[in-house]
């Protein structure tokens, strides 16, 4: 089973969408599960989210632990053997988590999966395909969960940069073999973490200081 997991911070304008693509995956519903992890949001997220309780288990955080905390807390959650994040401002193709589980469960060597994937705006225009392998993204990639446990989860001391600091650690022990399909949607919008300097620096620095010694 795969548990796919969605964390959101103020991000109720776009919560809906991420959602419904994956409720509207063609792997049968009872092969994976939909977790989603409001963290701490002041908007109208806690709202939409309402509506979805009876199809995703959900999870509102009393206080704002961050990104990388948030995540770990979906992962100590998930029941299944796979896991899957996608961020509450993307979306995902209907087939994502057929393709990606069909890799894992018929080839025994491969420790995750990734697919490339389409830069979209705001209304879902496609932008570009990007390949994962050029330019990697944290969420996409299908992971055996029991080898996140391995290298120790999210490093919750990043607030940016998460993503790159578990690819090292992950890379010391695993591999993550690129479906060149584009089945996932990276959207780009003026909120995007990203785009915030100051935690993207102190990001750095943080990588800069655990890995470079």
Known sequence: MISLIITT???ASYVERAIRSALDQSLD????EILVVNDASTDRT??????????????NLEENVG???ARNFG???AKGQFVMFLDADDYIHRDLLYITKLHLEENNQLDAVCTDYWLVDERGNHIKH???????IACGILFRKDFLYNIGLYDEAFRAREEEDLSIRWKKK???????????RYRMHSNNLTKDEEAMDFGADLLKSKHQK
């Open 174 to 184: 695993y591999g993550v073999h690129r479906i060149l399909l584009p089945l996932y």
């Open 9 to 11: 911070y103020n991000y």
């Open 29 to 32: 519903n009872h092969k994976y």
């Open 46 to 59: 806690k709202a939409v989210l309402e509506n979805y309780q009876d199809e995703c288990r959900i999870y």
């Open 67 to 69: 990104l990388s905390a």
């Open 75 to 77: 992962i100590r959650k």
């Open 130 to 136: 990007v390949s994962a392998a050029e330019e990697p």
